[in-house]
Each structure stands twice: as structure tokens, then as C-alpha cells.
């Protein structure tokens, strides 16, 4: 397209009549035309790759274009205005989140120097792309959409103040119709010449109508391709353009570039615990806390605010609503939980099942008489997957409850800062150091109660529920299969070092642990039962009140927090665990050292067990269950 114009503008000059002509189609007065034409050719020939393998390069100098942005910012019309501006025929390079990060174009790992000018992303850390690729090119830019007010939706603020960063707000990339397009390539052409003159000055006219041209004819291919892909499923994808099947805007409206088949995409749930003393049986929210994050261009949301009614507008699968289903849409169900329908395998789409505990612990709990559901269980069906304490495989992700309860707390407590005090050092969490040790269980465990009584031992402890430490007397079986509760001590038979309190002042309005634990400088958390790949909310109680956790369970836990800042109680060799705790009693500094320890050890972990979305480890979990899911992560 450049060379047909520079050819058009050329036979122009040669002709001096043709003066009316140069100046309306492309403003040069006769007089200046040859010395104009000259100077174009000099400029385009300066700033557009020589070849199909070369990098963009301004008077001398090599650049690269990183579109760096949170998902759902209207990024992928941002990302093709770029392409269209400075590479138009290019086809769409993405860079994954993982070590290598790798750089995908049309289905192919690339590199980063081999001549694309434009690299899309959700990685946020722009100061670490920045030091990873700067030995590659003389300048990197970076563009970046916003949206809202929310922090999922934006990056750091003071990195849109670096100068070789223009960040650009989701209003300005929306269009409804051809003007409305060509309104939005000057206004982001406008605010790239305000940004970066500095770089390009003279060498480079970003308002020049032939790139202008060139930016809003990629934006209408864009769109071309959108809406002959509208009835497609959502995992169908262009390599061109980055977009796919059902694509639209993210507040459901139309928009050029981003219409979207009613058909596509929407999320029923399943399964609920039957029993348990419930007044009448409801389906679990609680996995949909995590869908709306996992998939959040699919139809249905659930939203809490502490003292308001559920808002939830995700629909529960019923033999009747099973109709409505259609191949494009989730379901997410609660693992083994009791669902309305007769079979899953009637559900047309792909299914999610959540695991959120070790479920042969809860026969009462659980539709599992035979003791078939264990963490190498797989729900029947192709397009069906899990997450929970089940090892890895091609349709399962290792992933323990206290992450999924973790998150489900960050989105249902939003007031409290609860991700931040697990995951930033400088915002956790400290007890008062007012009591030794709290206790809180009602369920007999006998080497639970054995624990408790040791380390009775040590200091006073105070006991929240039915269990003491009384771990002589163990209660009968209960004949519906259900937990046994432990037997209190008579009061005339307690040990004066284990001190029975009332939890029902301190515990918060949703019955959570975390408040009542604040006042101790330790917290007994030990699991139910030592369980591969779960670890339960337990020990997160513990930390969110700023307590020291002693801590038995499976030793995935190493894994997922940092062993330097709580004490595991091995069964094994219980005097290890005592002395230990013994030790931090009489030495307050060694205490101090590991009550300041980060919960998490490293960034790996939070990219392998708490990044749900792109805020945390630039959402790298989220990209791994949607990859296992053959869900495409970049959307726009």
C-alpha cells in the first residue's frame, strides 16, 4: 500500500497540472510538490521495515511496541490500531505468561527480535519486560488500556508517569460505526504523537494520512473478521487479528469489532451438600466466585457484599434448564455434590468441577458410599475437567482449597484487603501476643486432642468448641456415618492449663476463624487427615489473624507457604514440633523473626497457586486451567 502511493505521488509530481489534484488527495500545494514528494519518501522509507524480517527502526534506531494491558480493556482494538500504524499487513503476535515467555504467532513460537514490530500481553510488569528485552533493541515502548476504577482492570499508576509509556482509558477504544472508528484511529494517533514526539520528532509523522489510513483499514478487517466469526464457538480464533469466535464488548452491547452470538457462552452451576442439618437444599455459589474470574466473558455473575443479598444471575442446572444448554456454554459443578440432573453427561458443553475438599473425609457429605472419589478421581467425559487436591493431568490442575478460599474471600470481603495480607509482606498481618495458643475444633481426631494437651504443657491454652485435648475418650461411631464430636472435659477433671472461651463474640459475621485467632501467638490448625495435595483453609485463618500457625497436614503445604513462617507439627517426631515452640516462648526476637517471615516464599508459587487472575503473577493460573479447558486466555 506505501509503494502504491509513493508510485501515485511520483507520476502526480511529474505532471505540474495536476496541482488541484496533489492538493486534495494528499495536501501539497503544486509549488512544494516535488520537494514534498521527496520528503515522504525519505520519511517512509526511515521509518517502515525494509523487509519482512526487519524491526522498526527511526533514524537509526531500533524499536519494539509492547501492547501491554489488563484482559477485558477493549486491548485487542488497541493492539490491531498499533499493527495498523506502524506493520498493517502483520499478522497478531502474543506473548504468553510462563518462564520462557513465549511469544506466539499464528499457532508458532517466535522471537522477539525476528523483524514483528508489535507484541500484545497481559504481563503487567513493565519494568521487567523492559529489563528482559532491552538488550535487543535501542528503545522500547509501551501502550496500555485501562478500564474503571478496578485494579483487575488497571496497571499501576505510576508507570503510565514513565515516558516511554502512554496509557489510554477503554472509552477512548469504543466505536459503534465507520465515523466512530475513524474518530477513535485520530485520537489514539494523536495521543502516540503526544507521547513519544520526543523519540520520533521529524523522522516520523504518526498523523500522516497514509498511516491513519492504514490503521483504520486494519480496524475494519478487524471487524470483518469479528462478525463472520459471531457464530462461532468462543475457542474458534483468528491468527490474524487476535480475535475469535462470540466476541463483544464486555458490558454485552454491540460494538464493531466485538458482536456476539446469544448463543454463546453462558454458565450454569451444580451440586450441593445434602444433610448437614440444612433447613432445604441450594446449589453452592461458592466455585462461581472463581468461574466469573476463570471466565469472565461468559454469561452469569454472582456478586456479595457483606449485608446485602446474593446477586447471582448464573443459572442452575435443573432437568428443566438443561434445555437451554448449548455446546459453547460451562458448567461449573461442585465436586460429587448432589446435583438435580440424572446424568452430567447430558450437558452439551465443557464442565468444571471443583473440588474443594478431600472428599472421603465426608461420607454424610458426599455422594461416595463406595470411596471412588479420591484425588486421582476423573469426572466421565472428554470436556470435562477439576481442580482440587487431584494430581496433575491433562484435564486435572493440582490446586489446594485454602487458594480457591483464599480468593473466594478476596471477592466476597473486598473491604478487608484480604489478598494483600497473604501475598505482600508488608501487609501482613500480627497478633496481639495477649494468649499462648487457641484451639478450635469440635471434631474428634485423636491425634489432634493429643497435641493440644502436649502443648497444654507448654503454656495456657484456650479451647473454642467441643474439643479440650480429652483425647482418652474417644465417642462411638455415629450410625449415619457422620463426624464424631469430641468429649469435653467434666470441668472438675480439666487441666487448669486448658481454659475453655466463647467464640461466638470474637468469630465475624460469615463464622470465619481469622478474628478469633488475633489474640494468640499461636494457632493449632492440624487437617483432618494428611492428604495428598490438601491443604485446607486452616492455616489461612491462621495467617489472616497475623498468628502463627502449628500446622499438620499434607506437605504440599511446604509448597504453597513459606515453611519459615509456621511450625509443622510432624506426628512422627512430636518433640521436634514442641521444642520448637518451646524455643520461640523463651526467646522473643526468634519469635519476632518468624512472625515477619512472607507468607509466600517467591514469586513462583504465587504465579503457580494464587494467580486467579492477571493482579497476581500476571494471572498465570488462570492462563494454565483456560489452556487445559482449550479456552483461548487472550480476550479482549
Known amino acids: 500500500v506505501a509503494l502504491n502511493r509513493l508510485v501515485d505521488m511520483e507520476s502526480l509530481r511529474a505532471d505540474g497540472k495536476q496541482a488541484t489534484i496533489l492538493e486534495e488527495k494528499f495536501g ?40 501491554a494491558s489488563p484482559p477485558h480493556t477493549a486491548s485487542t482494538v488497541l493492539n490491531n490500531f498499533l499493527i495498523g500504524m506502524f506493520e498493517p499487513g502483520a499478522e497478531y503476535s502474543f506473548m504468553v505468561y510462563n518462564k520462557e515467555r513465549t511469544i506466539r504467532r499464528h499457532d508458532k513460537d517466535v522471537a522477539i527480535d525476528d523483524g514483528h514490530i508489535v507484541t500484545k500481553t497481559h504481563i503487567l510488569d513493565l519494568m521487567g519486560l523492559y529489563k528482559q528485552y532491552r538488550n535487543k533493541f535501542d528503545e522500547i515502548l509501551f501502550v496500555v488500556a485501562n478500564r474503571g476504577v478496578n485494579p483487575e482492570t488497571r496497571i499501576d499508576a505510576s508507570l503510565c508517569q514513565y515516558n516511554n509509556v502512554l496509557c489510554v482509558e477503554y472509552e477512548e477504544l469504543l466505536y459503534s460505526d465507520e465515523h466512530g472508528r475513524e474518530m477513535v484511529v485520530r485520537g489514539l494517533a494523536a495521543k502516540l504523537k503526544d507521547r513519544f514526539n520526543f523519540l520520533f520528532g521529524d523522522h516520523l509523522d504518526l498523523m500522516d494520512s497514509f498511516r491513519l489510513n492504514n490503521a483504520v483499514t486494519r480496524l475494519q478487517q478487524m471487524d470483518q473478521a469479528t462478525k463472520s466469526m459471531a457464530d462461532q464457538p468462543f475457542t474458534v480464533s483468528d491468527t490474524m487479528f487476535g ?6 464488548n464486555r458490558d454485552g452491547s454491540e460494538m464493531l469489532g466485538s458482536s456476539r452470538s446469544d448463543e454463546s457462552g453462558k454458565l450454569f452451576y451444580c451440586g450441593g451438600a445434602p444433610g448437614l442439618n440444612r433447613k432445604e437444599f441450594k446449589y453452592s455459589t461458592f466455585g462461581l466466585f472463581l468461574a466469573n474470574t476463570l471466565f469472565p466473558e461468559f454469561e452469569g455473575k454472582v456478586e456479595y457484599q457483606p449485608g ?15 434445555n437451554q ?25 465443557r464442565q468444571l468441577h471443583v473440588n474443594a475438599e478431600f472428599y472421603d473425609m465426608h461420607p454424610l457429605h458426599l455422594l461416595n458410599p463406595n470411596g471412588e472419589f479420591t484425588q486421582n478421581y476423573l469426572p466421565p467425559g472428554e470436556q470435562s475437567y477439576i481442580i482440587g487436591p487431584h494430581e496433575d493431568t491433562r484435564r486435572s490442575i493440582r490446586i ?74 474417644q465417642p462411638p461411631p455415629k450410625p449415619d456415618g457422620s463426624p464424631e464430636q469430641c468429649e ?19 468469630r465475624d459475621t460469615q463464622g470465619h476463624n481469622s478474628n478469633l485467632f488475633s489474640k494468640y501467638r499461636f494457632a493449632l490448625v492440624m487437617e483432618n487427615a494428611d492428604a495428598p495435595g490438601y491443604v485446607s483453609e486452616k492455616i489461612l485463618d491462621a495467617f489472616l489473624a497475623g498468628s502463627i500457625p502449628v500446622y499438620f497436614g499434607s506437605r504440599m503445604v511446604f509448597d ?22 518451646q524455643f520461640l516462648e523463651q526467646n522473643p526476637s526468634e519469635y ?45
Open 308 to 322: 446485602q443479598p446474593l446477586v447471582n444471575t448464573a443459572i442452575p442446572l435443573t432437568e428443566d434448564t438443561l
Open 243 to 248: 480475535v475469535h469466535g462470540g466476541h463483544r
Open 400 to 473: 489446594p482449597y485454602c487458594s480457591m478460599k483464599l480468593w473466594y474471600l478476596h471477592k466476597t470481603r473486598p473491604a478487608e484487603s484480604i489478598l494483600p495480607k497473604i501475598i505482600d509482606p508488608t501487609q501482613k498481618p500480627r497478633n496481639t501476643k495477649e494468649h499462648f495458643l487457641l484451639y478450635i475444633n469440635s471434631h474428634y481426631i485423636e491425634y489432634r486432642e493429643r497435641a493440644a494437651r502436649a502443648l497444654s504443657e507448654i503454656g495456657t491454652i484456650h479451647t473454642a468448641g467441643k474439643c479440650q485435648g480429652n483425647w482418652e475418650v
Open 592 to 636: 519476632e523473626r518468624m512472625l515477619n517471615e512472607p507468607i509466600i516464599a517467591n514469586e513462583e508459587v504465587l504465579e503457580k497457586y494464587f494467580s486467579w487472575d492477571e493482579t497476581v503473577g500476571n494471572g498465570a493460573l488462570k492462563q494454565r486451567i483456560r489452556h487445559m479447558m482449550g479456552l483461548p486466555y487472550d480476550i479482549i
Open 560 to 581: 504453597v507457604f513459606n515453611p519459615r513462617a509456621f511450625v509443622f507439627f510432624d506426628l512422627d517426631i512430636p518433640q521436634q514440633a514442641l521444642g520448637q515452640i
Open 488 to 506: 469435653p472435659f467434666e470441668d472438675s477433671l480439666r487441666p487448669p492449663s486448658i481454659l475453655p472461651v466463647s467464640a461466638s463474640s470474637d
Open 325 to 349: 444448554a448449548t455446546s459453547n456454554d460451562i458448567l461449573i459443578m461442585h465436586s460429587h455434590q448432589k446435583c438435580e440432573i440424572l446424568s452430567l453427561a447430558a450437558f452439551p458443553g
Open 28 to 67: 501539497i500545494r503544486a509549488a512544494g510538490a516535488a520537494a514534498a514528494a521527496d520528503n515522504a519518501v525519505n520519511k517512509m522509507s526511515d521509518s517502515l521495515p525494509t523487509s519482512d524480517k526487519a524491526p522498526l527502526v527511526i533514524n537509526g534506531k531500533t524499536y519494539h511496541i509492547f501492547q
